[in-house]
């Protein structure tokens, strides 16, 4: 796993480091004391599967609204969040949608700590299964479910909409689509879209996250709505 430590106390992170420096699950992992270059590396491309995230900033912000703030854009990425303030903020945490995998006291526990990597590598084995392989200039590229925003159909060609950005390919839209997880929904003959970058559906048409609007065709709007309803309330 590719991990960030992420707390505006210098003490904690090298507390942090000490304890999983020689964790073989974690490959690589960087620190943050500073929430906003956090930010900035991820939307530079830099990918990480898990953050500890200390709550308390001394800043306008908390920890808890800055890790809603990521899943919005990254809801693949899992948050421990960390916290010397237990009473304080042990329901504040559920307040906010985040890709929650746990919840640590500071001095943090070894046995804890493990408990909460264990199931933070199982839950990235499952999301490692969701990927999409494709041909691409002569060789397999293979695609995470979760970087694709949508697929687009222009004539024989297929264009994969990701993150990082766009991959055209020669194929059928309708055969990729059933390479693809239950996570994606047919809105038109020429779009595909991935309901966790859907930020509002109405009517005849969609916006994503990114703010790009997708037209629903009329045969598909009720059956789009009642779709991404029902995908919505299974994320819950």
């Known amino acids: 796993m590719t991990v960030a430590i992420c707390d505006d106390e210098i003490i904690f992170i090298e507390q942090m480091e000490t304890l999983i420096k020689d964790i073989p699950e974690i490959e690589k992992y960087d620190t943050y004391t500073d929430l906003r270059k956090l930010w900035e590396s991820l939307k530079k491309g830099k990918n990480y599967d898990l953050i500890f995230m200390d709550i308390d900033w001394k800043e306008e912000k908390n920890g808890i609204s800055y890790a809603a703030k990521i899943n919005d854009t ?101 055969e990729i689509g059933r390479k693809l997880s239950d996570g994606f929904l047919c809105i038109h003959k020429s779009f595909w879209v991935n309901m966790d970058k859907i930020q509002k559906l109405d009517g005849k048409s969609l916006l994503l996250k990114d703010e790009t609007v997708l037209p629903i065709s009329k045969s598909r709007v009720v059956t789009a709505k009642e779709t991404y309803l029902r995908y919505m309330r299974s994320q819950m």
């Open 74 to 174: 990254y809801p693949e990425i899992q948050i421990i969040f960390v916290t010397a303030f237990n009473d304080r903020f042990s329901q504040e945490i559920f307040f906010e949608p985040v890709n929650l995998c746990g919840y640590l006291v500071k001095p943090v526990n070894m046995d804890n700590l493990n408990v909460l990597l264990e199931k933070a590598k199982k839950n990235l084995e499952k999301n490692q299964k969701k990927r999409l392989a494709v041909q691409y200039r002569g060789k397999t590229e293979v695609i995470p479910h979760r970087d694709i925003t949508y697929l687009e159909s222009k004539g024989h060609q297929v264009i994969i909409h990701t993150i990082k950005g766009e991959l055209t390919i020669y194929d059928k839209l309708e």
